[in-house]
């Protein structure tokens, strides 16, 4: 049975690390990467786990798509 997809979505430095848990890093270090990243993401995606700015960077975009769980990391 699949969960789905866990995404890590933010600058390389802040998701990188989440490979070793087992969810995919997404590499997006500016606002317009971030939306176009979040607008691209496969429909198997469960949970996006965004960093600081990229939470920002997607405001409201995050209504989108309400299938997909999203947590922000803490500042």
Excluded at 18 to 39: I, Q, T
Excluded at 57 to 68: T, Y
């Amino acid at each position: 049975m699949s969960v789905g997809r866990i995404v890590a979505l933010g600058s390389a430095l802040s998701v990188d690390g989440f490979a070793l848990a087992g969810a995919e890093p997404v590499h997006a270090e500016f606002d317009d990467e971030v939306r176009r990243c979040w607008e691209t993401l496969p429909d198997d995606t469960a949970l996006v786990i965004l960093t600081p700015a990229a939470d920002a960077a997607l405001g409201s975009r995050r209504r989108s798509r309400p299938h997909v769980l999203t947590v922000v990391m803490p500042a």
